[in-house]
């Protein structure tokens, strides 16, 4: 396995592959690697000729008082994995390189990247993430682009922008991929503190009552939304940061649930925030 450090290396490997028309499946990531990312690089693997996976944790997406210094770091454990898949290329650069000085530059993506995470979160998350992603795609000129469904607006986002700013690139969402016990899997779950990592759970437990009210023929998305907010509050070692129940195309809020809609949230647990979500409609799917 190649590991790249220097921008101008990774765009020469990446102008190479593709003067020979191979295929380029790209995964980018923030390290500290799980079975979700893994997914991702396995997919890419069954796809494309090369896999170019990217390691680098953006400060530009982490809020002022967000975790950027306490998110989880394991570059040693991370080559071995990503080897072990079967990754050809870890492109690893560093922030300096990524934002050398007076950058003036940004990529917003207005309407989608408001809403959910764009309002708890704020505006500049979103900003940060179109921004890098734009910056890797020009860098990797994929062929494919591989995100994961647990940050469906994250995947909507990044949709939204490679079509709106001509990158040739093919989008590609895969699914969620949880623990035995449900939960979906985030290099922040190992910073929960060990004795709450059950009651984790609420939130996902939440989204699947949701998925049965829904089942029982109830679409009405205020009576949806109020039985998941109970659920989750029952538990006073959890903030609820926001749930809501909205179109998986434009994530505006829905009042009837007579389509496929995205239920989706974000709760705060031991001071670690996670999210998760269901995509359900009047004809299921009933299990993910
Ligand atoms: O999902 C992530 O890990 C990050 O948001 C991404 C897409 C790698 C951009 O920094």
């Known amino acids: 396995m190649e590991i790249i450090e220097d921008i ?32 991702l690089a396995r997919r890419s693997g069954g796809e494309n000729a090369v896999t170019i996976m990217s390691v680098f944790v953006n400060p530009a997406q982490f809020m002022p008082g967000e975790d950027y210094d306490s998110y989880p770091r394991t570059w040693k454990k991370d080559l071995e994995l990503a080897e072990g898949i079967g990754v050809d290329i870890v492109f690893h650069p560093t922030a300096e390189q990524m934002y050398p000085p007076r950058r003036q530059t940004t990529v917003q993506v207005h ?49 939204r922008m490679a079509l709106d700013l001509n990158f040739p690139v093919k989008i590609v969402v895969c699914p969620i991929i949880r623990a035995d ?87 705060k647990i031991g001071g670690v925030r996670l999210i998760d979500n269901i995509l359900v409609g009047p004809d299921g799917p009933w299990d993910d």
């Open 181 to 267: 016990d449900g939960l979906a899997l985030s290099s922040r779950n190992r910073n929960i503190p060990a004795g709450l990592r059950p009651r984790a759970l609420a939130l996902r437990e939440g989204l699947s009552l949701g998925r049965e009210m829904i089942r029982n023929r109830n679409y009405d998305a205020q009576s949806v939304f109020n039985a998941i907010c109970e659920h989750i509050l029952r538990d006073d070692a959890i903030e609820l940061d926001y749930l809501h129940l909205v179109s998986p195309e434009t994530l505006e809020d829905v009042e009837r649930i007579d389509d496929l809609v995205l239920i989706a949230g974000a709760i």
């Open 111 to 159: 309407e989608l990247a408001k809403r959910l995470c764009g309002i708890s979160r704020g505006l500049g998350h979103f900003i940060g993430v179109a921004t890098v992603v734009a910056k890797l795609f020009n860098i990797v000129a994929p062929t494919r682009a591989y995100f994961g469904q647990k940050d469906a607006q994250q995947a909507l986002v990044i949709q």
């Open 8 to 39: 101008g290396r990774m765009r020469a490997r990446a102008e190479e592959l593709m003067v020979r028309r191979v295929d380029r499946g790209f995964v980018p990531t923030m390290g500290a690697l799980h079975e979700g990312h893994l997914s």
